[in-house]
Each structure stands twice: as C-alpha cells, then as structure tokens.
C-alpha cells in the first residue's frame, strides 16, 4: 500500500472513531435523568431546581401543559408536578414501602390566589378499608354532603368539597381518596385548600367548582404502579 493511501485510511478510520464516540457521548446525555443533569440544564422551575424533587423527575419534557411527570420515591405511583408549585420536602417523606406523602403550596400575588395540596399514599391497612379513610375525612373536615365520584382509567375517585369562613376570611378544601383499579390494596388520600392572597382585593375571586376541576385533573393523573421499589409484585399481598 502506497503512503497516499495508508494516509486516506488513517484519515477516516479516525473520522469513523470519532463520530462513533460522538453518537456514544450523545446516547450517555439523552440517557441522563433530570437527577444526574445539571441545575442549569433543566427547567428553571422548583421542582427541579429543589435538590429532593429533582430525585423524582421523570423528564424534563412537560407531559401536560404546565405539567411534568413525577415518580414516588418508592415507585409506588407516578403523579404530575404543576410548573407553579412549591415542593416542601420538608412536609414530604416515606415510610418503607408502604407509605408516602407528598406536600405542594403555590402563592400568587398577582392572581390573588393561593393553595396548599397534600397526598398521602398507603398500602394494605386503611388502603383496604376506604370507608374508614373517607369517615375520618369527613369527622376531621365537618363534611356532611354526600361523596361525589369520579373514575378513571387508574382508579375511582371519593371526594367532596365546602367553603369555610374562618375569621374575616374565606378558604376553599377539597377533601377525598382515590382507590386504586389494580388488585392490590392501594389508596390516594388528598387535602387541597386553597384561598385569596389578599381577602380585602377587589380581585378575591375564587370559585369552588373551578378548584375543584383543577384538583381532580391533578387526581386523575396519578397511576399507581402496583409493585415494590424492588420490583415485587404487590397484587395478592
């Protein structure tokens, strides 16, 4: 083989090389979850900028508008994250792989409006016996009116909503639990409450039934997975 051409085959297996590490380095960054990615690289909003949220992150793609995908940290469902909320990971927490709670608040100034979410998990015990989840509701929230229902493809839905006066002011809950369509005894408890920034605002406005559907769109996204963080099968347990 001449020198000419010993060099023209250097030449490309070196070109050949070089973009295979390329399609390589660009496999390892798609691959990356928002966990292992840089603050700056993400969205610049709570979720993934708070160190402990960032863990749950699915991706930084939205799944809804102005949603994305969280995973519980015992895989034990997936739930959207608002892009305007707070996670208080100082409220939030597991306990084995059993249970877990979800804290969220968001505060608005500008659109006077207000409200604090939490979510609580369980597996097997109350999650077996959701008469008695909604009967503690109920006796805790002074709720009289009957449970409302709404079913998803994931689960059925309990939940109920009133207005409390609560010294000047006014405040919106919506209360209720999601029982999981899966076998295994699985369960969603929720508490929203939601209220005007400033009461004394001309623009104080809040309806009960619009919080109430933004609620349940938030409810319905919630997929329980129906398996241990260890890959178990939960079903039949």
Request: charged share 30%.
């Amino acid at each position: 083989m001449n020198k000419s051409k010993l060099l023209l085959v250097v030449v490309l297996s070196m070109l050949v090389g070089g973009c295979g590490q390329m399609d390589s380095s660009l496999e390892e960054e798609a691959e990356k979850t928002p966990a292992e990615m840089d603050p700056a690289d993400v969205p610049q909003i709570d979720a993934f900028q708070n160190e402990y949220s960032r863990e749950l992150m699915v991706s930084t793609e939205p799944v809804a508008e102005g949603f994305y995908l969280m995973r519980s940290k015992i895989d034990a469902f997936t739930i959207w994250f608002p892009e305007e909320a707070v996670f208080m990971d100082n409220a939030s927490g597991v306990d084995g792989d059993h249970y877990e709670k979800l804290r969220f608040a968001y505060e608005s100034e500008e659109e006077n409006r207000g409200y604090l979410v939490g979510f609580q998990y369980n597996y097997s015990g109350y999650a077996e016996r959701p008469d008695m989840i909604l009967d503690n509701l109920r006796g805790r929230w002074d709720y009289e009116e009957e449970w409302k229902e709404a079913e998803d493809e994931h689960g059925l839905t309990y939940f109920g909503s009133k207005v409390e006066d609560m010294d000047g002011y006014q405040r919106y809950v919506v209360i209720g639990y999601k029982v999981s369509s899966q076998e295994a005894p699985q369960g969603m408890e929720f508490l929203y409450i939601s209220s005007c920034v400033n009461e004394e605002a001309e623009s104080c406005q809040i309806d009960l039934a619009g919080e109430e559907e933004y609620l349940l769109q938030w409810v319905k996204s919630i997929e329980f997975s129906g398996t241990r963080r260890n890959g178990d099968e939960t079903d039949g347990e």
